[in-house]
């Protein structure tokens, strides 16, 4: 059934290649532009192979690229060894594409790829303002001049362009190189007051509950041992390291949370202790929650 080249098995099976199938291994050069290609879907093509960075299988690698431009979209920046750089800004490059479309297929269609739902919503919001009157060079690869220590391979920083036209990283350029991600961020004077949501609050204190423990501080010294082992300069010694957290901290921490400005209702103190099925907020102001199956006009 197939013609013979030669490429047998050892138990006289002819293999099935390229050749047996009846198309060379040149089949894709034949003139006809890159465009009718679908977009973010160059691993599934016979140009896989020229996504030249390293990856167990084609699912593994695929998947590498997935992160990475789940990443670029989460934080509008990223550094990756060269030989993801290059297809990387080609696959950023098809998600603003998709993007500035702004259809159901398109939204279909990145969501399929990216990894978080949530930076698909944020790219259909944001990246056909930002990019929708550039035609292309959406991205900036920029080399960082230094080698990752584990393997000595080059180390590339890819960013979005436009960044001033971006609600959410408007404020992120404090320097013109890469190294402004990489320096201490200025406090700015509006932001010291800000109140922060009740929710968002309990979120950091346990998030932030984990680094007030001594078994955090015993691994946050043997983390100093460990840089200054592997040769990293300006690490303290470890016998110079201090808690990041005091018990004085904490006492003025606790102190300041637990004072509750009564500036509406002095007097009545009782009603934010039997908080049942109201939030603290809204018994002190004594609003009137929608149940659901009320008329909306009970609210006035």
Do not use: C
């Amino acid at each position: 059934i197939f013609p013979d080249f030669g490429f047998r098995h050892s138990r006289g099976m002819i293999r099935l290649s390229r050749l047996s199938r009846g198309w060379g291994s040149f089949h894709h050069v034949d003139g006809e532009p890159k465009e009718v290609q679908p977009l973010l879907m160059r691993d599934m093509t016979d140009s896989a192979k020229k996504m030249h960075f390293g990856g167990r299988t084609p699912y593994h690698k695929q998947y590498i690229m997935r992160k990475m431009l789940t990443e670029l979209i989460r934080r509008d920046f990223l550094t990756v060894p060269g030989a993801r750089a290059k297809m990387l800004a080609k696959y950023a490059a098809d998600a603003i594409n998709l993007a500035k479309r702004g259809d159901t297929n398109s939204r279909q269609q990145l969501a399929y790829f990216l990894l978080d739902n949530y930076m698909v919503d944020k790219a259909f919001d944001e990246f056909p303002l930002r990019f929708g009157k550039m035609n292309g060079n959406y991205v900036s690869v920029s080399w960082l001049r230094e080698e990752r220590r584990k393997d000595h391979v080059k180390l590339f920083f890819v960013e979005l362009r436009n960044r001033a036209a971006s609600p959410t990283h408007r404020g992120d350029d404090t320097e013109k190189g890469p190294e402004r991600f990489f320096l201490p961020q200025p406090q700015l004077e509006n932001f010291k007051d800000r109140e922060i949501p009740k929710h968002m609050q309990m979120i950091f204190d346990r998030w932030a509950s984990k680094y007030k423990t001594p078994e955090f501080f015993t691994w946050w010294k043997i983390r100093h041992a460990t840089l200054r082992y592997w040769g990293y300069r300006n690490i303290p010694h470890p016998a110079d390291v201090a808690p990041l957290w005091s018990e004085r901290e904490e006492e003025e921490f606790q102190k300041d949370q637990s004072f509750v400005p009564s500036d509406e209702n002095p007097s009545n103190s009782d009603e934010t202790l039997d908080l049942g099925d109201l939030s603290l907020g809204d018994k002190q102001r004594n609003r009137e929650l929608w149940s659901g199956t009320d008329p909306v006009s009970s609210l006035e």
